[in-house]
């Protein structure tokens, strides 16, 4: 349920660019490795020999995949997984993330905003050779909208939606019950109906029974073995072109030394981290041979989140949370003793930058910070103080409540992320001092317990997108689940009226500056509750064979990261080493076509008072970051 995932430090945003992405931030772009013919678990002299006319590209990643149907997806590899798999209506220029056409040519809104139309392409087939429509994206929506098994990964998208239809095969009409202004960020992966419609429960569908997976992406899922690998083959008829490498592979690594010793060994080409790779990989990278490690900044935040006690959308509460965390004095006690600048510098050595508000400061047009007067810094004294006014008085060392009893916590860790557990044990020594005592559970699969509620705190990040709607939108109440302990969209149950209003608000806002605004109203909001705190805004750092892949694009293009992306640039436009494709354009010629189309549909939207944003995927459930 986390991911709770990607990356980096602020970048300069244009007043232009701004307009026309609705303040939208960078498009991510995933890279892979190359092993030219080389079959899982190939050794390297098996690479050597093997016919360099076939061309696989092997990416090492820490995260299992959550489901590979779209309609479950919300971990961040099973997410990226489907964006290749299948093209959604649009998509993001990897250069300055204004909206470009996906399945749809074009994107119109009616006078009043209240109906969108969209010019779906006439050259997108699926894998199995036929038509993709209209009807498979009206079909689509539509299932979201009305059954709930479809609408876990992405409900939030359509919960505005009033009709969708499919007039004719390259017309779709949507129409809203109010103004929406992500309508050119509408992240869902449009399936084929022919295939789907077959589906009797789609909450226990995964997508994984025969293969190939039908699809109209870049590729094709071709294979798939739990905690192993998931094997895609290029789509030779897909509409942008076909993709340079024949075959994409990711293979699982729980244990990411072993994974970086892959690369080392040429087994692999591309090692992404969990999620990151650790400041002593990268450093012991550096320097070698036919290997580069990139690093940019993160599009993730990662922080700690407290239980505010788990309910379903109907007030049932469940769970075992402690409910000393119901107070706020207390929640803000345990962030005033977080000392973020020794995290930065003895955890993430300097691979990252402090935390204050929900964006990162990479999407410049949403990031926040706390005034002076507001700001919960490090300041023991003034945390044991709440805790005083809260009726946890120190007693022999402890902090003890009215009913006699002392305050311990439990906090939840990734078991594969070494950053969890590092600064579990500077809370544990920094919470100690404050007299209140925390166990750390490091466990492989932190959703069981986090979907129950029992938990107190746990580790938590998110991806955040150009457009910050779906991350903002996992604290509304409408994302609480029907049931208990059921899965959900929910980050940590938070629901609050006044929330909820802001988030409203900001939902049917076009224009840029009061978007923003309210946009900083609600991690203002998110701040001074204490339910959350964020720690630092880690950058994103990954490793690639420069003897496997000869380019491959970052997202963004100038300082970007390559794993984790919101598209599939990387691993569409990427280039097998040794290939006389020098411009990486190959037969793939029709990308500049499609971004200058984008530009100016993007203008055309402008025009008629629509506004293109991007919202984030969520990433992972076991790493709930």
Same mark, same amino acid.
């Given at each position: 349920?986390?991911?709770?995932?990607?990356?980096?430090?602020?970048?300069?945003?244009?007043?232009?660019? !701004?307009?026309?992405?609705?303040?939208?931030?960078?498009?991510?772009?995933?890279?892979?490795?190359?092993?030219?013919?080389?079959?899982?678990?190939?050794?390297?002299?098996?690479?050597?020999?093997?016919?360099?006319?076939?061309?696989?590209?092997?990416?090492?990643?820490?995260?299992? +995949?959550?489901?590979?149907?779209?309609?479950?997806?919300?971990?961040?590899?099973?997410?990226?997984?489907?964006?290749?798999?299948?093209? *959604?209506?649009?998509?993001?220029?990897?250069?300055?993330?204004?909206?470009?056409?996906?399945?749809?040519?074009?994107?119109?809104?009616?006078?009043?905003?209240?109906?969108?139309?969209?010019?779906?392409?006439?050259?997108?087939?699926?894998?199995?050779?036929?038509?993709?429509?209209?009807?498979?994206? /009206?079909?689509?929506?539509?299932?979201?909208?009305?059954?709930? =098994?479809?609408?876990?990964?992405?409900?939030?998208?359509?919960?505005?939606?009033?009709?969708?239809?499919?007039?004719?095969?390259?017309?779709?009409?949507? &129409?809203?019950?109010?103004?929406?202004?992500?309508?050119?960020?509408?992240? +869902? #992966?449009?399936?084929?109906?022919?295939?789907?419609?077959?589906?009797?429960?789609?909450?226990?569908?995964?997508?994984?029974?025969?293969?190939?997976?039908?699809?109209?992406? #870049?590729?094709?899922?071709?294979?798939?073995?739990?905690?192993?690998?998931?094997?895609?083959?290029?789509?030779?008829?897909?509409?942008?072109?076909?993709?340079?490498?024949? &075959?994409?592979?990711?293979?699982?690594?729980?244990?990411?030394?072993?994974?970086?010793?892959?690369?080392?060994?040429?087994?692999?080409?591309?090692?992404?981290?969990?999620?990151?790779?650790? #400041?002593?990989?990268?450093?012991?990278?550096? =320097?070698?041979?036919? %290997?580069?490690?990139?690093?940019?900044?993160?599009?993730?935040?990662?922080?700690?989140?407290?239980?505010?006690?788990?309910?379903?959308?109907?007030?049932?509460?469940?769970?075992?949370?402690?409910?000393?965390?119901?107070?706020?004095?207390?929640?803000?006690?345990?962030?005033?003793?977080?000392?973020?600048?020794?995290?930065?510098?003895?955890?993430?050595?300097?691979?990252?930058?402090?935390?204050?508000?929900?964006?990162?400061?990479?999407?410049?047009?949403?990031?926040?910070?706390?005034?002076?007067?507001?700001?919960?810094?490090?300041?023991?004294?003034?945390?044991?103080?709440?805790?005083?006014?809260?009726?946890?008085?120190?007693? =022999?060392?402890?902090?003890?409540?009215?009913?006699?009893?002392?305050?311990?916590?439990?906090?939840?860790?990734?078991?594969?992320?070494?950053?969890?557990?590092?600064?579990?044990?500077?809370?544990?020594?920094?919470?100690?001092?404050?007299?209140?005592?925390?166990?750390?559970?490091?466990?492989?699969?932190?959703?069981?317990?986090?979907?129950?509620?029992?938990?107190?705190?746990?580790?938590?990040?998110?991806?955040?997108?150009?457009?910050?709607?779906?991350?903002?939108?996992?604290?509304?109440?409408?994302?609480?689940?029907?049931?208990?302990?059921?899965?959900? /969209?929910?980050?940590? *149950?938070?629901?609050?009226?006044?929330?909820?209003?802001?988030?409203?608000?900001?939902?049917?806002?076009?224009?840029?500056?009061?978007?923003?605004?309210?946009?900083?109203?609600?991690?203002?909001?998110?701040?001074?509750?204490?339910?959350?705190?964020? !720690?630092?805004?880690?950058?994103?750092? &990954?490793?690639?064979?420069?003897?496997?892949?000869?380019? %491959?694009?970052?997202?963004?293009?100038?300082?970007?990261? %390559?794993?984790?992306?919101?598209?599939?640039?990387?691993?569409?436009?990427?280039?097998?080493?040794?290939? =006389?494709?020098?411009?990486?354009?190959?037969?793939?010629?029709?990308?500049?076509?499609?971004?200058? %189309?984008?530009?100016?549909?993007?203008?055309?939207?402008?025009?008629?008072?629509?506004?293109?944003?991007?919202?984030?995927?969520?990433?992972?459930?076991?790493?709930?970051?």
């Amino acid at each position: 349920m986390v991911e709770r995932v990607p990356p980096p430090s602020a970048q300069p945003r244009s007043r232009l660019r !701004i307009l026309l992405a609705s303040g939208a931030g960078a498009l991510a772009l995933a890279a892979g490795s190359v092993v030219p013919g080389v079959p899982l678990g190939a050794a390297p002299q098996q690479a050597q020999a093997a016919d360099s006319g076939s061309k696989t590209l092997t990416v090492a990643v820490a995260q299992s +995949v959550d489901s590979l149907s779209p309609f479950l997806a919300q971990k961040l590899l099973s997410t990226s997984v489907s964006r290749l798999m299948y093209d *959604f209506l649009t998509n993001y220029d990897p250069k300055d993330n204004h909206a470009v056409p996906g399945l749809a040519t074009k994107w119109e809104p009616s006078a009043d905003k209240l109906t969108w139309t969209y010019t779906i392409r006439a050259n997108s087939k699926w894998s199995d050779g036929q038509q993709a429509t209209a009807e498979d994206a /009206a079909w689509t929506f539509n299932k979201i909208m009305t059954d709930e =098994g479809a609408a876990q990964a992405n409900g939030s998208f359509v919960t505005n939606f009033k009709k969708v239809t499919a007039p004719s095969p390259t017309k779709l009409v949507i &129409e809203l019950k109010e103004p929406q202004a992500t309508m050119a960020a509408l992240d +869902v #992966p449009i399936v084929p109906k022919h295939v789907w419609e077959k589906v009797q429960d789609f909450s226990k569908f995964n997508n994984d029974t025969a293969f190939p997976i039908v699809g109209n992406g #870049p590729f094709v899922l071709s294979d798939y073995k739990v905690d192993q690998y998931v094997k895609l083959k290029a789509n030779k008829d897909f509409w942008r072109g076909r993709p340079k490498f024949d &075959e994409l592979v990711f293979k699982t690594y729980k244990d990411q030394d072993a994974a970086v010793a892959a690369l080392r060994k040429g087994e692999v080409s591309f090692v992404a981290g969990s999620p990151a790779l650790t #400041p002593a990989q990268a450093a012991s990278l550096k =320097g070698e041979a036919n %290997i580069k490690v990139n690093e940019g900044p993160g599009r993730r935040f990662f922080a700690l989140a407290t239980n505010p006690g788990a309910q379903t959308k109907d007030g049932k509460k469940f769970g075992n949370g402690n409910k000393a965390l119901l107070d706020q004095k207390v929640r803000q006690a345990l962030f005033l003793s977080i000392d973020r600048k020794t995290i930065i510098d003895k955890v993430f050595q300097g691979h990252a930058v402090e935390g204050q508000g929900y964006i990162p400061p990479r999407f410049s047009a949403y990031t926040w910070q706390p005034s002076a007067s507001q700001s919960l810094a490090y300041d023991p004294a003034k945390a044991g103080q709440l805790l005083d006014q809260a009726g946890y008085e120190l007693k =022999g060392g402890k902090r003890v409540g009215k009913d006699g009893k002392p305050l311990d916590l439990r906090i939840l860790c990734h078991a594969t992320d070494p950053n969890d557990k590092a600064i579990g044990k500077y809370l544990k020594e920094w919470w100690g001092k404050l007299g209140v005592g925390l166990k750390v559970d490091c466990l492989d699969d932190v959703s069981v317990p986090w979907y129950a509620g029992e938990y107190d705190l746990a580790f938590d990040g998110w991806s955040v997108n150009p457009d910050p709607d779906f991350v903002l939108g996992i604290h509304t109440c409408a994302a609480l689940p029907t049931k208990a302990k059921a899965s959900a /969209a929910t980050d940590n *149950f938070i629901c609050d009226k006044t929330y909820d209003e802001l988030y409203k608000k900001q939902l049917a806002e076009y224009d840029p500056a009061k978007r923003a605004d309210l946009v900083g109203q609600m991690q203002s909001w998110l701040y001074d509750s204490g339910y959350m705190s964020v !720690i630092a805004y880690p950058n994103a750092v &990954e490793a690639y064979r420069t003897d496997q892949i000869k380019s %491959i694009t970052t997202m963004p293009e100038a300082a970007g990261n %390559i794993y984790g992306q919101d598209g599939y640039w990387s691993w569409w436009s990427a280039v097998p080493a040794g290939s =006389g494709d020098a411009d990486g354009d190959g037969d793939s010629g029709s990308s500049s076509t499609g971004i200058v %189309i984008g530009i100016v549909v993007a203008v055309v939207v402008l025009a008629g008072g629509g506004f293109l944003l991007s919202r984030r995927r969520r990433t992972t459930a076991d790493e709930r970051e």
